[in-house]
């Protein structure tokens, strides 16, 4: 009778429990899905050709959101060419070539702190050093750096974990042939986990996409159309920093919620490749 007892009330927690979850799971779910339907519904029908391929004209009241959407294609490129080759480079140099694990520790935590940091600090911070101790002034090239920052800790600790998951066996194989370290790194480690250095390099993008706080500060409001290069040295509003500015300074919702919508489409798209991308390369590694 204890037995049975106890195997009740086993059974009662166990679905009790899985209740509990399921209800976490569906309500999570729900507001994910409300989140997207309610922006898409709100945003989608206010974006137009006009909005799309303009620039804002205060003469004949004219919004356009053209600059905006190349300012963001700005910093993610100027960002990527500075955070790729650093944070990659600093977790090759941690996991393949560092000898005192007390230092490397130290360095991992640094990083850890670093990407705990609220992205308003950074903006401050690099309001201070970028925009005035180095004289940059407020520009897209002082806000790329500040995002540089922000995102060195993810590029490294993901590129980090990637090299730890190829086999030690691979190494040794290839100095057992003769390869020199470097060498053995181009030719065997970095190919087994690019597959994790890529899908990082991704969601890193989708971070650079949608941050606003740290640029308030460094990258400024201004909606000109520019080239590349006169573009980062130049202040500029990207997409969210422009949602801020109309939904909150200007009044235009309308304008606000096509901004989000058009931000909710590229998250949307960025975790699809993000996922296809770790899918296709697990395949390749399988076959």
């Not at 969210?240 to 939904?247: F, G, K, N, R």
Request: charged letters at 15%; one cysteine or more.
């Amino acid at each position: 009778m204890p037995n049975k007892k106890l195997s009740r009330e086993r059974r009662g927690y166990i679905g009790l429990m899985r209740t509990l979850m399921a209800v976490c799971a569906s309500l999570t779910c729900a507001l994910v899905l409300f989140l997207i339907v309610y922006v898409l519904i709100k945003g989608v029908p206010n974006i137009t050709w006009e909005l799309l391929s303009t620039s804002p004209s205060y003469l004949t009241q004219r919004i356009g959101i053209l600059p905006d959407i190349l300012n963001t294609v700005y910093i993610v490129i100027a960002t990527l060419l500075v955070v790729l080759p650093l944070g990659v480079g600093a977790a090759i140099y941690l996991t393949e070539y560092a000898k005192n694990q007390k230092i490397v520790a130290v360095i991992e935590y640094a990083a850890e702190t670093l990407s705990g940091i609220p992205s308003i600090i950074y903006g401050l911070v690099g309001m201070l050093f970028f925009c005035q101790f180095l004289g940059m002034q407020t520009s897209l090239l002082a806000g790329a750096l500040t995002l540089v920052i922000m995102n060195l800790p993810t590029i490294m600790r993901t590129t980090q974990e990637s090299l730890k998951t190829v086999p030690q066996s691979f190494r040794e194989g290839a100095f057992g042939l003769g390869a020199g370290k470097w060498r053995v790194i181009r030719t065997v480690v970095l190919p087994g986990c690019v597959d994790g250095i890529i899908t990082g390099c991704i969601l890193s993008v989708g971070r650079i996409i949608g941050e606003s706080a740290a640029l308030l500060f460094t990258a400024g409001f201004a909606h000109a159309l520019n080239g590349f290069f006169k573009g980062l040295t130049s202040a500029g509003a990207t997409l969210t920093v422009a949602l801020y500015v109309y939904a909150k300074e200007q009044g235009e919702f309308d304008v606000a919620f096509a901004i989000a919508a058009i931000l909710m489409g590229l998250t949307l798209l960025i975790n699809l490749a993000a996922y296809l991308t770790q899918r296709y390369f697990r395949r390749k590694k399988a076959l």
